[in-house]
């Protein structure tokens, strides 16, 4: 690749920031060229954070439609699985599981709640539903917003 | 404590040769970004499509993490701490002794709890190398490679990445030099960085590893539209993509990194050669280019051919057939 070919396209997906890439210069040698990214890796960059949106809502559907719990979204929109929260909590895998069910999650005692809210970050409060409209989970958890 | 490093902090494309670089510049070891990353071994190819992460098969341009460090320094003779932790307190009192004795403290971190860190980058991944240069107060100065200039994090943030969960957990996982010693032989680790990684390339006897890795991704990404239909087919795709381009390649999954590598290696070991092979491996990173942009039209859909999966799974073997050349010609020179 040439330096002068060393993509430009800046949809800020870097938060201002520039990458470096290797280039040949005109003498061969090659050089460092910063780069604020390139077409096809940001789409798939954008892909792959869509995918976590995706995966979110169809959680929260889930939790609207009474089949699990908000442990089940919130655990979603903040990138884990059930293998982070068991080394999160301690509990083993199937008493998370257990968790997702809404029966059982209605008689959780406050201090398994306070300890999922603080995992996750949010309040005890929140935790008890899910927002009323599908989530941007970028923007959720760090106010940072893309064009999709 | 308060212990400002004066640190010359510089940005390279990939975290962990940065991290090494700069360590080692600290004790007046000055080698550039390729250098390191030739004398590490960086450059792999790994496709093992029974791992999945996300449900996704993870392909790989690079070693393990922590080899390039752990490779470079024993190469050039240095003497080194690398030290993970069960107690989370004693991981950040042994970090601000370091600190405090003036010494500059590389560590494994995850990026989702790394507060400075581009935000759309902040996925669970917990392979990510910075060094820790101060602490002011309750806050750690800390030297990122791929950040313009010293970043600050606070110290329940830090604890956090490094005792990040999940798929490698980096487990308080921290590095520094001890002693390097001032005739080093630079010849010498150059050449066993490249026989090491013709080695990797052309040798391993598994499939998925090296060149063989990279006929067995081309073999099952022609099947995957019929297999998986359109929509997975490009999240594992896009997998590929993202792991060849992301930050930390330099472009091209290290090709470019590498064959300015190998410009370097030219002069230092008085080969000619090397320059010509440098050549050969920049014609492989444009054809990984290449391959960047098709799969760039499959995701907007605008394919000009049917079958495009086939097409590039031509090109990936096309690739193959030119690296191997390249790294048949390599071994033979060094």
Redesign the interface.
């Known amino acids: ?1 040439k330096k002068e070919e ?1 993509p430009q396209y800046d949809e800020n ?3 201002g ?1 520039k ?6 210069d005109e003498n061969g ?2 050089v ?1 060229v910063k ?1 604020p990214g ?4 940001n ?3 954008k ?3 869509k ?1 976590i949106d995706e995966i979110t809502e169809d959680a929260r559907q889930k939790v609207i439609s009474n089949k699990k719990s908000p442990i089940f979204f919130y655990m979603h929109l903040k ?3 059930v ?2 929260l068991k ?2 909590t301690g509990y083993p895998k199937f008493i998370i599981k257990r968790h997702f069910k809404p029966r059982i999650f209605k008689k959780l005692s406050k201090k398994t709640l306070n300890k999922y809210a603080e995992i996750f970050g949010i309040t005890t409060e929140k935790l008890m539903t899910v927002p009323d409209k599908p989530v941007d989970t ?1 923007e959720f ?4 917003k ?1 064009k999709k | 404590m308060n212990n400002i490093i004066d640190f010359n902090h510089k940005m390279s494309a990939h975290c962990e040769n940065g991290v090494t670089a700069n360590l080692l510049r600290f004790y007046g070891v000055d080698l550039s970004e390729p250098v390191i990353f030739g004398i590490g071994s960086g450059l792999f190819f790994s496709y093992m499509p029974f791992i999945k992460m996300n449900g996704i098969p993870v392909t790989s341009f690079r070693p393990l993490p922590g080899m390039i460090f752990k490779r470079v320094t024993e190469r050039l003779g240095a003497e080194v701490k690398i030290k993970r932790f069960r107690n989370k307190a004693k991981s950040m009192s042994e970090l601000d002794d370091l600190i405090k004795k003036n010494i500059p403290v590389g560590m494994v971190v995850g990026v989702y709890d790394l507060t400075y860190f581009p935000p759309a980058y902040r996925f669970r991944f917990n392979a990510h190398n910075i060094i820790v240069t101060g602490k002011e107060n309750n806050t750690y100065l800390v030297s990122d490679p791929i950040m313009e200039k010293i970043e600050k994090i606070n110290s329940e943030d830090l604890l956090k990445t490094r005792f990040a969960k999940g798929t490698y957990k980096p487990r308080g996982k921290m590095y520094y030099i001890k002693h390097i010693p001032e005739n080093y032989d630079l010849k010498s680790a150059v050449i066993k960085g490249i026989k090491h990684t013709c080695k990797d390339m052309l040798t391993i006897p598994v499939p998925y590893f090296g060149l063989k890795g990279i006929t067995t991704l081309a073999h099952s990404l022609k099947k995957w539209p019929e297999k998986l239909g359109d929509k997975k087919a490009k999240l594992y795709l896009g997998q590929v993509i993202r792991m060849q381009e992301e930050i930390g390649t330099g472009g091209a999954g290290f090709r470019f990194l590498y064959a300015a590598f190998l410009q370097e290696a030219s002069e230092i070991t008085g080969k000619q050669e090397l320059n010509e092979i440098s050549l050969q491996m920049t014609e492989a990173g444009d054809l990984w280019r290449k391959f960047g942009i098709e799969a760039g039209r499959i995701f907007k859909g605008r394919y000009p051919e049917n079958n495009p999966y086939k097409k590039i799974s031509e090109l990936l073997l096309k690739i193959k057939d030119k690296e191997e050349k390249t790294f048949i010609n390599l071994n033979k020179t060094v």
């Not at chain 1, 990458?19 to 040949?24: D, P, R, S, T």
């Not at chain 1, 958890?141 to 940072?144: A, K, Q, S, V």
């Open positions: 690749m060393v997906l870097l938060n920031i990458e470096i890439q290797y280039a040949v040698n090659y460092e780069s390139w077409e096809p890796k789409i798939a960059l892909q792959a954070l995918l990138q884990m699985d293998s982070i080394q999160e970028l958890n760090f106010g940072f893309i």
